[in-house]
């Protein structure tokens, strides 16, 4: 017989729900974290975005740990001199059930691994898998740097991070193309409520979430900026490939964009309490793995759920959704006494069913669009370029219409009517 039913590695939010509805389902649950508690390890740029807990955890908000509604949400578009923003906000979000929140992801995973404790999964941290048991071509459990330290199962679930050491192993990632990674660097920089709540022009528990294209430079990425109680943080995803070529280290490049007109009087005073970096799946759906093996299922930044797709930046929300569903599907298939391949085909049939893969299959193409040197170098140049030219007065002179100002632009950034029809035809296919 095996110690566990189920063992899921990593206690992420993928991790976490995994486990949480593996045990809901009466598994025998072991949930394996290589820090000294859920979230250590972990680093996040963005919002969590919570309709997928609504599943599991009903009224949710009551009790997650969370930082800030996200009633306000900012897209920037940078120059070195420039900027033009869109504002959003909606009270609607500030109220239950809510749109999304910023949280501290220690807190966050903290609390989600407890739901699963709670529903009977054993939780062991400060512990590392370093392999895994095979029979044959088939998973039966773990190998870990504890003395004695194996433990078998019927299901494993990987939910081991980014280009996951366990999918490796497995076989189910064929390479790894370092352009399908990025870096993303943050900050944490302390500031008071009052003083958040009077830049932001936010209130009690409201928050504002900024993203930004145009702040990296040379290096494809993009750039983040979000309210917490009583912090902001502000970061960068750059290319991989790119960074490394560049020169520029990644928190010369981050302190750069601190120092933005447009950035510097919203964070000016911060103190630095925190400074993290981790590396992005970025390219979606074209990078994943397989999913499934002989009980074996991947989930999470392990196989590469995270959306970068310029308007929608997400990952612990897929996280979550596909950990759920790996739970659920390791508990049928061991429950029928079928945990071979075939028998846990039904987590890529929950998966092709959800939002989790049809999000990302409709948005596959996005990440390419979005880190082209069109959309990061001469975009950004020619709208802010139009906003200045737009709402200079020029008197005497009579106003320029938009096609003039439009065509001057593009001019002057060497970017052709061919380039710029050709790409938001290809734009407006994959966001349609």
């Known amino acids: ?27 025998r649950v072991c949930l394996i974290e290589r820090g000294p508690f859920p979230g250590a390890k972990n680093m996040y740029g963005g919002v969590v975005y919570g309709r997928i807990l609504d599943t599991l955890i009903p009224n949710w908000w009551e009790e997650a740990p969370i930082q800030r509604w996200i009633t306000r949400r900012s897209t920037m578009v940078l120059t070195d001199s420039q900027a033009l923003t869109i504002d959003f906000r909606t009270e609607s979000w500030g109220k239950p059930p809510y749109n999304g929140a910023t949280t501290f992801r220690p807190d966050f995973d903290a609390w989600l691994a407890s739901n699963a404790e709670e529903a009977g999964a ?77 830049r932001f022009a936010v209130r009690g528990d409201h928050g504002l979430d900024i993203e930004m294209l145009g702040c990296t430079g040379d290096v494809p990425g993009g750039g983040f900026l979000y309210t917490n109680a009583e912090s902001v943080s502000i970061g960068l995803v750059l290319s991989l490939p790119q960074l490394a070529k560049g020169g520029i280290r990644p928190e010369q490049r981050l302190a750069r964009l601190k120092e933005h007109p447009a950035i510097a009087p919203l964070i000016e005073g911060g103190e ?22 002989d009980g074996f299922l991947v989930a999470g930044d392990a196989a590469a759920m ?15 959704g596909a950990g759920a569903a790996a739970g659920r599907t390791a508990a049928g298939a061991v429950v029928r006494g079928d945990t071979t391949a075939d028998g846990l085909a039904g987590y890529r049939t929950r998966l092709e069913t959800s939002f989790v893969l049809a999000d990302h299959r409709k948005l596959r193409d996005a990440p390419h669009i979005v880190m082209s040197d ?47 029809a050709s790409h938001g035809i290809r734009a407006a296919r994959t966001f349609r």
Request: with cysteine; hydrophobic share 45%; charged share 20%.
């Open 306 to 320: 995270c959306l970068a797709a310029g308007i929608w930046l997400e990952g612990v929300n897929f996280a979550i």
């Open 374 to 420: 069109l959309a990061q170098q001469k975009v950004p140049k020619v709208i802010c370029g139009m906003a200045e030219q737009v709402f200079t007065v020029v008197n005497p002179d009579p106003k320029p219409g938009m096609f003039k100002i439009l065509w001057s632009e593009l001019r002057r950034n060497k970017m052709g009517i061919r380039d710029a």
């Open 122 to 198: 054993t939780l062991i941290c400060s512990t590392t898998v370093t392999g895994l048991l095979r029979d044959g071509q088939r998973v039966t459990g773990v190998v870990t740097d504890r003395p004695d330290g194996e433990l078998t199962a019927d299901v494993v679930i990987a939910c081991d991070g980014v280009n996951s050491f366990l999918a490796k192993e497995v076989g189910l990632y064929p390479h790894t193309d370092p352009s399908n990674f990025t870096l993303g660097v943050k900050e944490t920089l302390a500031l008071p409520r009052e003083v958040i709540e009077e």
């Open 272 to 293: 630095v309490t925190e400074y993290s970096a981790h590396v992005i799946p970025e390219a979606g759906y074209n990078m994943m793995p397989e999913l499934i093996s």
């Open 1 to 27: 017989m095996s110690d566990f039913d189920v063992i899921v590695v990593g206690a992420g939010p993928a991790g976490s729900a995994a486990a949480l509805e593996a045990a809901r389902a009466g598994m």
